[in-house]
């Protein structure tokens, strides 16, 4: 705390200097006691003039050095260097500082407006020997004429680049407060160059890059149509964006085939990182829909290559951000979804790892949203998801203790259910029915909610599943009064469901008074239109088969709620209302003429 408030207060800039590289040290260190109390010290809001003086100071400092360099490129270069390093130094620490305060400067503005004009001028301003003096060489900071620390090595990882916190604080920033157009224009001239191969990726690396596309990708989805089209005038900006997004990932790939031990991690590191921040900017493209199959085609063929590549290799940290940037993306985008399953049918393995203990919550859920994605699309699409073998995982996934998976799963084994019976006897094998019943007495909503339709298509389409569902009649029968109209209208369709095909659960419904509670379901005013729908097509069900359309004949309560409907202004306007009517009445028997 003594360090962040003397020292950065300090008009010794070699003294803030070193105190920014002390405190950033320490804040990298979260498990250690003092990193709280230098955070606590940051988050001092009189310390917030100073980190914008020192980030308009770096910019001062790297136009001077801009100008002598300009003047006499070769016999001023070391005072250039002088200059630049400990302000580049400076400036990435204090960034680094801000990302880890959570705290947001007294003026947005000037500080995005430093910012932006730091990296413009890091990336197109100065000369190519004094960047080359920044990425390689040390930086003096105890004032006594000798370079003492080295950047590349000691200070910074290598794979990562000195300015990288800049280009962070800029995305982060840019989620809540917008730049200008020169501002946004400068941004794309410094990608623009950062893509010819010769900028020392010491300096800015693939996932600083990445981080000034994601400032970009944030401005074209909150900007107005004016900026919007702006941007376009100045480049086709999604191929544009396509073209970077690709590169970005490509160059961070590269890295992983360095030759020794240590070249690896470090590579595994920076495509990591790499891909985790890329993946906004690949969002924003499938946001804005203007990829072409082609493109997709292209993105979804290098996911799938790189993929096995790393499976294959061990690298788990490089492959999850992968698999999680491709697998939120096909969540968003059908294309997407489609192009993925057909290039993982190829390789299987690389899915299936997604269900390895240890794989994150979240990843599980994008993985289990984009196959119902895709099983509810079209059930020609059900033997590529059994290919890829997931069906057995997300049946496991029915017994996880997260709820959020319990209910994903049993979403993606009712749409697996919708269009035929294709997985009727794996289902069996794996004790599907049992484990549905009890999930529908789930204490999470959701689940029960999304259990019910599960129930109702693996009933629908024969009924071989039926009799190892009869113990699912009751809990559905109670879901019928549920809080939840949606919950309630599954319910209704999974008894209806469990009589489409078969009589063996006839004594059973009886035997639960299910005929009784669908119409009680009907009578009850507070009961969703759409809900009751579907309990009235599901009792015209039920009353096809002898047991329950003799119970339905001796209860009056039907007689009146047919009636009652026969009189409503929605069975007079619902075509489908009327029909369902019709049905139940034509099997009841029951009259209706003083309607």
């Given at each position: ?172 920033m840019s989620a809540s407060q917008r730049l200008d157009l020169e501002q946004l224009s400068q941004l794309v001239t410094v990608v623009a160059a950062l893509t010819d191969g010769n900028f020392p990726t010491n300096v800015i690396s693939a996932v600083g890059r990445a981080y000034l596309l994601n400032t970009l990708c944030h401005h074209l989805l909150q900007a107005e149509a004016t900026m919007a089209a702006a941007l376009d005038s100045k480049l086709a900006v999604d191929t544009w964006l396509l073209s970077q997004w690709s590169l970005v990932v490509e160059e961070a790939w590269t890295a992983v085939a360095m030759d020794t031990d240590d070249g690896l991690e470090e590579g595994f590191d920076q495509l990591t990182n790499a891909l985790l921040v890329s993946k906004f900017c690949l969002e924003t493209l499938v946001e804005r829909r203007q990829m072409t199959q082609e493109d997709v085609l292209e993105v979804c063929e290098s996911v799938v290559s790189w993929s096995q590549q790393l499976l294959t290799r061990g690298c788990q940290a490089p492959l999850r951000a992968l698999l ?272």
């Open positions: 705390e003594v360090l962040s408030v003397t020292a950065l207060t300090s008009d010794d800039g070699f003294l803030s200097a070193q105190a920014s590289l002390v405190l950033q040290a320490v804040l990298e260190h979260r498990q250690l006691p003092a990193a709280e109390t230098v955070r606590n010290g940051l988050a001092r809001p009189d310390l917030w003039p100073r980190v914008l003086e020192c980030s308009n100071a770096a910019v001062s400092a790297m136009e001077a050095a801009a100008a002598i360099m300009e003047h006499s490129l070769n016999s001023q270069a070391p005072e250039a260097d002088h200059h630049v390093a400990p302000s580049v130094v400076e400036a990435s620490c204090l960034a680094e500082m801000a990302l880890h305060t959570h705290t947001q400067p007294t003026s947005w503005q000037d500080w995005g407006q430093a910012l932006v004009s730091f990296v413009h001028r890091l990336v197109n301003v100065l000369p190519d020997p004094c960047l080359r003096g920044i990425e390689a060489t040390t930086v003096e900071l105890d004032g006594d004429g000798r370079p003492s620390w080295p950047v590349s090595t000691q200070t910074w990882r290598v794979s990562t680049g000195l300015a990288d916190p800049i280009c962070q604080l800029l995305a982060t999680s940037m491709a697998l939120h993306s096909a969540v968003l985008d059908d294309g997407i979804a489609k192009a993925m399953l057909d290039g993982f049918v190829q390789a299987p393995q690389v899915i299936l790892y997604l269900f390895r203990d240890g794989t994150s919550i979240s990843m599980m859920q994008d993985a289990l949203t984009w196959l119902t994605r895709l099983a509810r699309s079209s059930g020609s699409r059900y033997f590529a998801i059994d290919k890829l073998g997931v069906f057995s995982e997300a049946v496991r996934c029915l017994q996880h203790g997260d709820a959020r998976l319990r209910a994903r799963a049993c979403n993606l084994l009712g749409n697996c259910y919708r269009h035929s019976s294709f997985f009727y006897n794996e289902s069996e094998r794996l004790g599907v029915p049992s484990q549905l019943t009890t999930l529908l007495s789930d204490p999470d909503p959701e689940v029960k909610k999304v259990a019910a339709f599960a129930v109702g298509n693996l009933a629908f389409h024969s009924d071989l599943l039926v009799s190892r569902l009869r113990n699912a009649v009751s809990p559905l029968t109670d879901l019928l009064e549920d809080d939840n109209a949606r919950t309630q209208s599954n319910a209704a369709g999974a008894l209806g469901n469990l009589t489409r095909n078969s009589d063996s659960l006839d004594q059973d419904f009886v035997h639960k008074r299910v005929p009784e509670r669908l119409v009680e379901c009907l009578a009850t005013a507070d009961v969703a239109i759409q809900t009751k729908k579907v309990a009235l097509f599901s009792l015209g069900t039920v009353a096809k088969w002898p047991q329950c359309r003799a119970a339905l004949q001796a209860t009056s309560a039907c007689l009146d709620t047919v009636r009652a409907l026969n009189r409503s202004a929605d069975v007079r306007q619902d075509a489908d209302f009327k029909s369902y009517l019709k049905r139940l009445v034509a099997r009841v028997g029951t009259q209706t003429s003083e309607a």
